[in-house]
């Protein structure tokens, strides 16, 4: 069953709220669509992005309605009178006072569904199973009309549903009496489930299996079960679905857990932005340099997937200039948001030397608030998506403008109003989890971010037209398996601390909104609180299918000993699990600036030693230890044929099967510190399959990592106030007359 179906509204998607003028008509047969279906296994979308090509434009179906029983059905809306229709010849109709001379309505219908049919063809459970009808909806005539000029008695007459027909039983009826394009088969619920991911696009995200596949005495390896991870498609998410395929008439905020997909669907819904409006000008903004090549493959994906293969973004001018991937900061040799936007001013843009802050979100919100200070910024976007929210916030008080957020304030006067009655409304999107913020602790609110002026963008009403909700919160995580991501959350925020915990939520609905349920407690000092995370919410089946543990822990007399195990693990990997080095396995280490430099060169050097070949992000080849300028690229954290080892401020976005995490002593000594814990957290988070940890000597902090580790999927703690509150008040925040509701008796 899909997740969300049972959410009230939520199986019905609209990509866009339906116009106020002129689209009456469509929002009438969407609107009876709505109401005629509500009951029945199904789901419904108004403008889903599968864009045949019409003539030179290429146009989406206006509704698309996948049902169990009728299968696949797709309705082209045409709202013109009887008597602007000039006369019909075969599928060609002519057209007089209409926005358009000639058209052919049903063949554009047709051609959808045959587009959309391909891509379930591809799926042999359901290869020629598919039943599915295309139909041409007339809302503002009526069938007597229709007859009266006598075009019911044409040859090539379409199957046409008229204004007076769009009642519940009629509307169905009609439907059912259409002739099917393809009869297909009724569909078991396996093929019916398979059907509603292949229209969700999971398909697009899917892996190639390993051409070679060494089984172990007990019949599996890792890279076996990745296979098996690999071949199985995700139950569709309609959340995923509404927030991948929505286009907001204004601010959107994405909160999501480590793993949820934030990434894959602001590709995907800046994607389908420029295929329905090819004229307007997108950009994607994320943090992390390694992620330009992630994202330009996302984007290329999803570009591809719904123009049926017309459009791409690699070797695109027009795409590549009007929806723009862009580094925050940018570079000489790389466009960057900061960078376009002195550009667009006439400013110089200044460099990381330019400013004395040493964290780079500091660095660039300095630069930003100098150019706010010294220029008025105009309007350069229609929508702007940013990924890794949490990494353009900064906590220095003197960096904060007006109780603004600068990064996000030049961001928001780089748009251009959706609606000129509406001038405050701007398609500015963010997608956070601020569990991941390795320098900033401040969570990414509308109030945050704009002050309380423009705090409303995202408090005042829930939703816009069309349902589309203003803020969203994902609690799902497809990537990281249960146990490790559970381990993430407790160790972070240092919940079996003997202490009390250093970070986290205080309120009961703050943690059902990533995910895990509260099975006893109350959030008041020194009470006993009792989390679990159902398996529901992290359904990676890699724990179930692995006969051991996915997360391990051990400690070692000293770096040496500790190397020699990681060295000797890697080549098992490499041999026995036939793992690639490339991608597949992470090494990961932590600690200050200072101490994780060193211990980066101290991994690759042993590695190499052991003749490992290894990879340093932003190096240009293999074995280079400490890439420096000119010789480097710092774009790259990839390199084939070689295992990546980095510190954790490069690998955020990045992900890997295999994570080894090496020095958790040089967090262990100073275990208060949050922003180290959070370093643990984003490293444990990274893992697709498993997570080994290691460290030198012994800490205290040791005790509890076990402790985390041993408890699996529910943890019992004593509730101390935490340092650092992340609960958030935006979107449902429990008011203190509903404080019952955040605590269980």
């Known amino acids: 069953m899909p997740i969300g179906i049972d959410h009230p509204g939520r199986k019905f998607v609209e990509t866009e709220p339906i116009g106020r003028d002129g689209e009456n008509g469509e929002q009438t047969v969407w609107s009876a669509c709505k109401k005629t279906f509500a009951d029945r296994e199904c789901i419904g979308y108004w403008g889903y992005p599968i864009f045949s090509r019409t003539g030179e434009t290429r146009k989406?179906?206006?509704?698309?309605?996948?049902?169990?029983?009728?299968?696949?059905?797709?309705?082209?809306?045409?709202?013109?009178?009887?008597?602007?229709?000039?006369?019909?010849?075969?599928?060609?109709?002519?057209?007089?006072?209409?926005?358009?001379?000639?058209?052919?309505?049903?063949?554009?219908?047709?051609?959808?569904?045959?587009?959309?049919?391909?891509?379930?063809?591809?799926?042999?459970?359901?290869?020629?199973?598919?039943?599915?009808?295309?139909?041409?909806?007339?809302?503002?005539?009526?069938?007597?009309?229709?007859?009266?000029?006598?075009?019911?008695?044409?040859?090539?007459?379409?199957?046409?549903?008229?204004?007076?027909?769009?009642?519940?039983?009629?509307?169905?009826?009609?439907?059912?009496?259409?002739?099917?394009?393809?009869?297909?088969?009724?569909?078991?619920?396996?093929?019916?489930?398979?059907?509603?991911?292949?229209?969700?696009?999971?398909?697009?995200?899917?892996?190639?299996?390993?051409?070679?596949?060494?089984?172990?005495?007990?019949?599996?390896?890792?890279?076996?079960?990745?296979?098996?991870?690999?071949?199985?498609?995700?139950?569709?998410?309609?959340?995923?679905?509404?927030?991948?395929?929505?286009?907001?008439?204004?601010?959107?905020?994405?909160?999501?857990?480590?793993?949820?997909?934030?990434?894959?669907?602001?590709?995907?819904?800046?994607?389908?932005?420029?295929?329905?409006?090819?004229?307007?000008?997108?950009?994607?903004?994320?943090?992390?340099?390694?992620?330009?090549?992630?994202?330009?493959?996302?984007?290329?994906?999803?570009?591809?997937?719904?123009?049926?293969?017309?459009?791409?973004?690699?070797?695109?001018?027009?795409?590549?200039?009007?929806?723009?991937?862009?580094?925050?900061?940018?570079?000489?040799?790389?466009?960057?948001?900061?960078?376009?936007?002195?550009?667009?001013?006439?400013?110089?843009?200044?460099?990381?030397?330019?400013?004395?802050?040493?964290?780079?979100?500091?660095?660039?919100?300095?630069?930003?608030?100098?150019?706010?200070?010294?220029?008025?910024?105009?309007?350069?976007?229609?929508?702007?998506?940013?990924?890794?929210?949490?990494?353009?916030?900064?906590?220095?008080?003197?960096?904060?403008?007006?109780?603004?957020?600068?990064?996000?304030?030049?961001?928001?006067?780089?748009?251009?109003?959706?609606?000129?009655?509406?001038?405050?409304?701007?398609?500015?999107?963010?997608?956070y989890d601020e569990a991941q913020s390795l320098n900033a602790l401040k969570i990414p609110t509308a109030q945050k971010l704009f002050g309380d002026e423009l705090s409303q963008l995202i408090s005042k009403g829930r939703q816009y037209r069309g349902g589309i909700n203003k803020s969203e919160i994902m609690k799902r995580c497809y990537r990281t398996p249960g146990p490790i991501l559970t381990a993430a959350h407790a160790i972070g925020m240092g919940l079996l601390r003997p202490e009390g915990m250093l970070s986290g939520f205080t309120r009961k609905d703050q943690w059902e909104a990533i995910g895990y349920e509260v099975l006893n407690g109350t959030f008041r000092e020194g009470q006993e609180i009792t989390l679990h995370r159902p398996p529901a919410n992290s359904p990676n089946p890699i724990p179930a299918l692995w006969p051991e543990s996915v997360i391990q822990f051990n400690t070692y007399s000293s770096r040496q000993e500790e190397l020699s195990v990681l060295a000797n693990n890697i080549r098992h990997n490499l041999s026995n699990d036939e793992l690639q080095s490339s991608q597949q396995i992470l090494v990961l280490v932590f600690g200050n600036i200072y101490d994780s430099m060193r211990l980066e060169t101290d991994v690759a050097q042993f590695l190499m030693q052991q003749g490992i070949d290894i990879f340093i992000p932003s190096g240009t080849r293999l074995n280079q230890v400490n890439p420096k300028f000119p010789d480097h690229d710092q774009d790259t954290f990839w390199y084939e044929g070689g295992v990546t080892v980095s510190r954790i401020d490069r690998a955020k976005g990045n992900e890997a099967d295999m994570v080894y995490v090496v020095g958790c002593d040089n967090i262990a000594r100073d275990e208060s510190n949050i922003s180290l814990r959070n370093q643990l957290f984003v490293g444990l988070s990274r893992a697709r399959g498993w997570v080994h940890l290691s460290g030198i000597s012994y800490y205290p902090m040791y005790d509890e990592i076990k402790r985390v580790i041993d408890g699996g999927d529910t943890f019992t703690f004593t509730y101390r106030r935490p340092r650092i509150d992340r609960d958030d008040d935006e979107g449902g925040a429990a008011s203190e007359e509903n404080e019952d509701e955040n605590q269980v008796a």
Not at 91 to 96: E, V
Not at 382 to 408: P, T
Not at 416 to 429: A, F, K, T, Y
């Open 60 to 431: 989406e179906p206006d509704i698309l309605i996948a049902d169990k029983v009728l299968g696949l059905i797709i309705i082209e809306v045409k709202c013109f009178t009887i008597d602007q229709i000039v006369r019909v010849d075969g599928h060609q109709w002519q057209f007089q006072n209409f926005y358009q001379a000639q058209g052919s309505p049903y063949k554009q219908a047709e051609n959808q569904f045959y587009a959309l049919l391909g891509y379930c063809n591809r799926e042999e459970a359901i290869r020629h199973q598919v039943r599915g009808r295309a139909i041409v909806a007339l809302p503002l005539i009526t069938e007597q009309q229709w007859q009266q000029r006598g075009f019911d008695q044409l040859p090539s007459c379409p199957s046409i549903i008229f204004g007076d027909q769009l009642g519940e039983r009629t509307l169905i009826s009609r439907i059912e009496n259409t002739s099917p394009l393809e009869s297909g088969k009724n569909l078991n619920n396996e093929q019916w489930e398979l059907l509603l991911a292949v229209i969700g696009g999971t398909p697009v995200l899917q892996k190639p299996l390993s051409e070679s596949i060494a089984i172990a005495q007990n019949g599996l390896t890792r890279s076996s079960v990745i296979n098996q991870l690999r071949e199985q498609l995700y139950e569709l998410d309609l959340q995923q679905v509404h927030i991948g395929l929505e286009i907001p008439p204004g601010a959107q905020r994405i909160r999501g857990i480590a793993g949820s997909g934030k990434t894959v669907l602001l590709c995907q819904k800046a994607a389908n932005m420029y295929l329905k409006h090819p004229d307007w000008d997108i950009a994607l903004i994320f943090f992390t340099r390694s992620l330009y090549a992630q994202i330009e493959e996302l984007i290329d994906k999803w570009l591809r997937h719904f123009s049926c293969g017309d459009v791409q973004y690699k070797r695109n001018p027009h795409a590549q200039s009007k929806l723009k991937i862009l580094h925050a900061w940018g570079a000489k040799n790389r466009q960057g948001f900061y960078r376009i936007a002195c550009q667009k001013h006439n400013q110089f843009a200044l460099a990381v030397k330019d400013t004395g802050y040493k964290q780079p979100n500091e660095g660039l919100a300095d630069l930003c608030g100098r150019l706010i200070k010294s220029t008025t910024i105009q309007p350069m976007f229609d929508a702007i998506l940013i990924d890794e929210g949490q990494d353009l916030v900064v906590d220095c008080e003197e960096l904060i403008s007006e109780n603004k957020q600068v990064i996000y304030w030049m961001a928001y006067q780089s748009l251009r109003p959706c609606d000129p009655e509406q001038p405050e409304q701007r398609r500015l999107i963010w997608a």
